[in-house]
């Protein structure tokens, strides 16, 4: 079975630039999540999506992170402008539905300098 | 306070050693708890659910105290593969969804 699938794996970019990353998850999952997680610090849920809405995005700093799953499939998670606290691996995980074990991706390992 | 808590790391200990992870939450509504492994530069990876009876799996063995709010994980004869960040992870329900929060880890680093 394949697993969630990430891209790009490592951006570097300059701050106040744009970045996005894809996630394509695990077939079938309904739920699917990107996690930004900083040097040294666990996993900080960005947004939960659930098919193709959103069911928590407390966390996403929405003046400058944008997601969206279409079609309930893959989903992009954007940074603009990018910040240097920004510089973190943004990982994807999906699972059947919220609440089942949850698969992550290999990360996109973002460097903002 | 943080929701989900883990003893600062890292922990240093010789191959065979036994070793014991504490974590506490703060949300007594949680509903389920895991451990997840997380080697260097890899994604995080269930290690193992943590269910209300205590749980063993080989050399690992999870245990919850849902009145303390604690969860812990022993780890027997550590081998050198153990070395790895280990992640607290709570399951909340709030809002007609499922929520998983981490704690930040705890370094293992096993050596010869």
């Known amino acids: 079975e394949a697993g969630v699938a990430q891209s790009p794996r490592y951006k570097i970019i300059e701050k106040r630039q744009s970045v996005a990353f894809w996630c394509n998850p695990i077939s079938g999952h309904a739920t699917l999540y990107w996690y930004q997680q900083i040097l040294g610090q666990g996993p900080k849920l960005l947004i939960q999506?659930?098919?193709?809405?959103?069911?928590?995005d407390s966390q996403l700093p929405k003046d400058r992170f944008s997601a969206e799953r279409l079609k309930g499939v893959d989903s992009t998670l954007k940074i603009q402008p990018a910040k240097l606290e920004d510089s973190a691996v943004y990982l994807c995980?999906?699972?059947?539905?919220?609440?089942?074990?949850?698969?992550f991706g290999e990360g996109s390992w973002l460097t903002v300098v | 306070r943080k929701e989900v808590e883990q003893d600062p790391g890292p922990f240093n200990v010789p191959e065979g050693a036994t070793v014991a992870f504490n974590c506490t939450y703060s949300?007594?509504?949680?509903?389920?708890f895991f451990w997840y492994r997380q080697d260097c530069r890899k994604e995080p990876k269930l290690l193992m659910s943590?269910?209300?009876s205590g749980n063993e799996d080989g050399r690992f063995t999870a245990q919850l105290n849902r009145a303390s709010q604690y969860i812990s994980l022993l780890i027997r004869d550590s081998k050198l593969s153990d070395s790895a960040t280990y992640l607290c992870?709570?399951?909340?329900?709030?809002?007609?969804?499922?929520?998983?929060?981490f704690g930040a880890g705890t370094r293992l680093a096993v050596h010869p």
């Open positions: 992870v709570v399951n909340m329900f709030s809002g007609g969804y499922n929520k998983l929060i």
């Open positions: 995980a999906s699972s059947f539905t919220s609440g089942n074990t949850i698969y």
């Open positions: 999506f659930q098919n193709n809405g959103v069911v928590d």
């Open positions: 943590v269910y209300s």
């Open positions: 949300n007594s509504a949680s509903q389920s």
